[in-house]
Every structure is written in structure tokens, then in C-alpha cells.
């Protein structure tokens, strides 16, 4: 059975805060796209997700493992499609076209619409291709809200999350969202790995089409 490379760690740092209003006006909603993202990442830490990274088959377009279920690159797609952006669609067409351009570290030999958009190396590929990849560095204000970000976490195990607008309790760091083990929660965690990656999707000058 194909796993999707993940961790069952539960990270202890400070940080998980609850959702409050500092990011949807309470008579408007998001006001621009990264706004809306940012929302819709902090929502899904409302979620009871169990750790499993299985290999199922899914429908497609639109196709998604048990609402109950999930890793950290479940959470990104769920996250963008509360946008109407289905990252399974998206990877899948690029992945078909461009297939030699994808990492080959699973041995397929064509894509595959169940697991593709699952695997963080295939999103770094796709987020460096179709949105902006973004330096790497140790300023935390280089992080800005509905950014992504990748680690290598012990044992060469790769992890995303979505940089949102809330801090750290001392302000110096943005929180994120991430699923590392225990569901989705936002936590203080940027430093915490090696970061292997810092993208934006869509890029900046795409964002301003989308907004209300």
C-alpha cells in the first residue's frame, strides 16, 4: 500500500490560538483573496482529523479522502478549494502534460489523480511552476499570510503548511496552519524544521483578478 510520506509527531510549541475576527469583517467576510485563504486555513482548525495518509481512490475532479481523514497536504486542498481552486484538477493537468518535470520518487510510470496532489514534493513542483517560488530565509517577515511553506521533518519526511496573519505570542513570527499528526491547528512553528520550500498560489499579480 502506497503511504504518503508524514509524520505521526504531534509538535509541542507554543502558539495555536482560536479563530477570532482579526481576519473576516463581521459584515463583509475576506475582503481579498489571500484574506479569504487565510480564513479558510483557520477554519479548518476547527476539524477533527485523523492522521492517515492511506493510499484510496477518490473521485475526479473534486475527489477528497473521508472528511475524518487526512495529512498536511489534505488540509492545502481543502483549504484552496473553499476558494474554487481544485489543486487535484490543477496538478493532475500539469502533471499529465509536463509528467518528466514531477519528482519520479514513487516509482509511476503516468499520472495518478488519487494520489498526485497528496505528495509534497509534487505540490512544490506545481507551486514553483504555476504560482511563485519564493526565497527561502530566516526573516519571519519574508512570511507573509496565505504564503506556503515546506520542511523536511526527521527521517526525510516532507511536511506543508499555509502561513497565515496571525503571530506568534511574542509577534515575531507568523502562525501556521498545518496537519503534522494531530488535525489541523495553528501553531508557531516556522522555524521548528529545516524549510525546504516558501511559495505563493496563485502568484501575487493573479491573486488581484480573484478579489471581490
Known sequence: MLVILGVFLSVQVAGAQEIDDKTVDSRKGPIDFTEKLVAAAIERTTH???YDGSYRKIAYPGGDVPANVGVCTDEIVRIYRVLGIDLQKEVHEDMRRNFALYPRNWGLKRPDTNIDHR???NLQTFFARKGEKLS???DADDYEPGNLVTWMLPGNLPHIGLVTDRRSE????PLLVHNIGAGPVLEDMLFVY???GHYRYPAKSARSSRNE
Do not use: C, E, F, M
Open 136 to 138: 527561502v530565509t530566516s
Open 194 to 196: 529545516k524549510i525546504t
Open 119 to 121: 505528495r509534497v514534493p
Open 48 to 50: 477533527h482529523v485523523r
Open 170 to 173: 511574542d509577534g515575531l513570527r
